[in-house]
């Protein structure tokens, strides 16, 4: 059952029909409500919405980017994720634009700034202008040298993540003198993973990306700023049906309750269900938003199966919850509209026609297409498909793309809309 599609429709109608009218820091305005929230189960298929066509490969490849710590756009650009290129084109163009060459300082500094704009020359002699957004992205992706200063987005995501520092210090050494001192450096991600498996039961289950004291180091502070996970034990009958829906040969059945949970022990059944929560403060719902959703579901999936849960429940907490303006004409193809009867017979009989067939109806003598024989026929411009179906291997820990497999995907054609930097 596809509800996801459904929520997410009605979400955009709500903001179209009860959102105030307020600025924001890229300047393009936007439509905001406060306060809402989405869920959905997964055992009712992965939640990606079908309503319009999502780029599948690229919604994977960033989380894969967060998971690994990273927070340099070298990764992303080298497998053709383009998402974060516009905030590390702005912070290269915010200090690039605002150096003035003429200033009488360090010609090192000069010609270090110079090296990373393009040259020009004219008849007064050489002048320099910064590279294009185009420009900047291929070199990011020919000259590690620059993508390593220039592609840096400061410890946004996978930093907090995987490698959030205290304040706390460590002996890591002696050099025959004296101690050397390490910064102890936590891991969030495995902490959760070997929390989840020694006490499932706790309510400290939660990754947190919102680090106070780094937050003017980032080029955007977190959007989705923290996840919490929760577990419970799953029912004899619960893990039976786990049992009956898998490849395993099946043996003769026990009659008893307690045999059937040795059996399945037996077979690895897992014990128990983990939902999801995550909670944002700023969610761009008409681009942001659906990647959210399948990437907090994805990560759902992988933390389930490193720790052998069944993924239950995934819940997202939404602060401002905006519709940017130059995304309402976008939004309102999205939700759709009615079909006449006329384009719905026209579906209809494009899908059913059969060679020979001769079959008309007057315009003022339609069928009712809510009759049981019309029962595929659609309602809606955009009427939501079925949900696809996503497995994932090695856990919370997979390396590639390769990985995570998304099955039964069909979709309506996407909608391009402007990304605001």
Known sequence: MNNIDKQYTDLLQDILDNGCTKSDRTGTGTLSVFGRQIRHNMKDGFPLITTKKMAWKTMVTELLWFLRGDTNIKYLVDNNCHIWDG??????????????????????????IRGEMVKIE???????????????????????????????????????????????????????????????????????????????????????AWNVGELYQMVLPPCHYGFQVYTRELSSQERKDLYDKSNYEKDVFPTDESGWNKLFDGYNIPTRAISLM??????????????????????????????????????????????????????????????TDEERYHIWFDNNY??????????????????????STPKRTREPYPLPKVSVRDGIFCSSIDDVILENYESHPPIKAPLSN
């Open 122 to 208: 004219t008849e007064d002699g050489d002048d320099y202008r910064i590279l294009t957004q185009e420009e900047f992205i291929n070199k990011i992706k020919t000259d590690d040298e620059f993508a390593s200063k220039w592609g840096e987005l400061g410890p946004v995501y996978g930093k907090q993540w995987r490698q959030w520092n205290t304040n706390k210090s460590v002996v890591v050494g002696h050099n025959g003198n004296h101690n050397e001192f390490g910064t102890i450096v936590i891991d969030q991600i495995q902490n959760l993973i070997n929390d989840l498996k020694a006490n499932p039961d706790s309510r400290r289950l939660m990754v947190n």
């Open 354 to 375: 059969e060679t020979g067939m001769e079959r008309f109806f007057e315009s003022n003598n339609l069928p009712n297409f809510d009759d049981g024989y019309y029962v």
């Open 278 to 339: 995550f909670n944002m403060r700023s969610c761009d719902i008409f681009l942001g938003l659906p990647f959210n959703i399948a990437s907090y579901g994805l990560l759902l999936l992988m933390i389930a199966d490193e720790v052998n849960m069944v993924p239950g429940e995934l819940i997202g907490n939404l602060g401002d919850v905006h519709l940017y303006n130059n995304h309402i004409e976008q939004s309102k193809e999205q939700i759709g509209r009615d079909l």
């Open 87 to 112: 905030d590390a084109y702005k912070n290269y163009e915010k200090i690039t634009d605002n150096f003035q060459l003429e200033n009488p300082i360090d010609d090192f500094i000069i010609k270090t």
